[in-house]
């Protein structure tokens, strides 16, 4: 039967039926998300009953019931209890101090053992979820050896869903067990997982343990890993202040290294000041016709933390650059970082080099343009 051949009140009563089936369904999913709201907090409210009662047993001297434990495992088991749970346990460290439900949460830990099977069977959804919860409320935190939960935070490493794979490192650095991170950096390599190098970064600096110690083991892996896990792991130290100095002087000025992790080295010696990097800083921009501009870029910015006459000579050199960024950091640091006077730059200003000249007065009038809006704002104020 032809389309046109159909009655047009015909497909009118097909229209109106479908709209009056979109209508009772959209009824329908707002009474049951306002029945499933209401039961949620009902469970909340006789949860945080519950798991007051326990603290408070506790801290009384009593031991933990095993019977309330191993019927909680029961109950964890359905993600709406779950949830639960989580707004049951935010309820209560509103109400009082972390050092109170610390010990209750040292029991929660062989829950959560318990429930790592289950978890693991389900969604990415689910497991992110329950990674999440392990990291916000410090489930297996300082615990020194391996164990169920640590080995199931690592497997979700090589999990496509990054928000599975993040939730996890989360978990993984407030659990502050070194090894298991460089276990987890080690799954990454093996299994060719890329994941933001600033995510990463961030990462490392939310580590609860000992950041020195994993710092070092880390980059004394370093064979072990590709460029794309070395450079989050020196962004890391030099955030974190440790010395490598003897370390990231070989990197930056071995020719075969990854450029990336040379130009992360030279910005390691601007922010920890090292001697000995002084003059192949300068190299790298006396030579910048010769080398990728980035390293001269870099390097004149990492020249403002090695004062002294060569290094305005040197950075001088950089404001005849044919690269602007090399000009504009070479004079950003004559003027702001060493502060030099405009009359020691009497020959830039008097040379042949017009270029040189723009760049000095760019920096120069870019300053007093700061200074003027400072001052309308603590005139405003």
């Not at 829950?111 to 497991?127: A, C, G, N, S």
Request: glycine content about 6%; charged content about 30%.
């Amino acid at each position: 039967m032809h389309v046109l051949s159909i009655k047009p009140e015909v497909i009118l009563y097909v229209y109106m039926a479908s709209c009056i089936a979109v209508l009772v369904f959209n009824i329908l999913y707002i009474f049951i998300d306002k029945y499933k709201g209401r039961r949620l907090e009902h469970q909340r409210l006789e949860m945080v009953d519950e798991i007051t009662g326990q603290i408070q047993q506790m801290e009384n001297g009593s031991p933990a019931q095993e019977d309330y434990f191993s019927g909680l495992v029961r109950r964890l088991r359905k993600l709406e209890k779950l949830r639960a749970f989580e707004f049951s346990m935010e309820e209560i460290q509103r109400r009082m101090p972390n050092a109170r439900t610390e010990k209750y949460l040292e029991h929660m830990r062989r829950v959560f053992l318990e429930l790592v099977p289950v978890y693991e069977k389900r969604d990415e959804i689910e497991q992110a979820y329950f990674a999440s919860l392990v990291e916000k409320f410090g489930i297996d935190k300082g615990h020194a050896g391996y164990d169920g939960l640590m080995d199931f935070m690592i497997r979700m490493i090589v999990n496509k869903g990054v928000y599975v794979r993040e939730n996890a490192l989360k978990a993984l650095y407030m659990m502050g067990n070194k090894e298991a991170v460089l276990a987890a950096w080690e799954k990454m390599e093996d299994n060719e997982i890329y994941h933001s190098k600033k995510l990463l970064t961030d990462g490392l600096l939310k580590f609860t343990g000992d950041r020195g110690e994993l710092a070092r083991l880390l980059f004394g892996h370093r064979d072990r890993f590709s460029p794309r896990l070395i450079l989050p792991v020196m962004q890391f130290i030099r955030f974190l202040g440790e010395d490598f100095r003897e370390e990231f002087l070989e990197i930056a000025g071995k020719e075969t290294e990854d450029k990336e992790l040379r130009l992360e080295a030279v910005r390691y010696f601007r922010k920890y000041p090292y001697e000995p990097a002084r003059e192949m800083l300068q190299r790298f921009l006396r030579y910048h016709e010769f080398l990728d501009w980035e390293y001269a870029a870099v390097a004149a910015q990492a020249l403002s933390s090695y004062p002294g006459p060569d290094t305005v000579d040197c950075l001088k050199e950089g404001l005849k650059a044919s690269n602007w960024y090399v000009r504009l950091n070479s004079a950003d640091t004559l003027i702001v970082g060493l502060k030099i006077q405009k009359k020691n730059l009497f020959d830039v200003y008097n040379g042949r080099d017009r270029y040189a000249r723009e760049i000095l007065n760019y920096v120069t009038e870019k300053i007093e343009i700061k200074g003027q809006e400072m001052e309308l704002k603590e005139t405003d104020v």
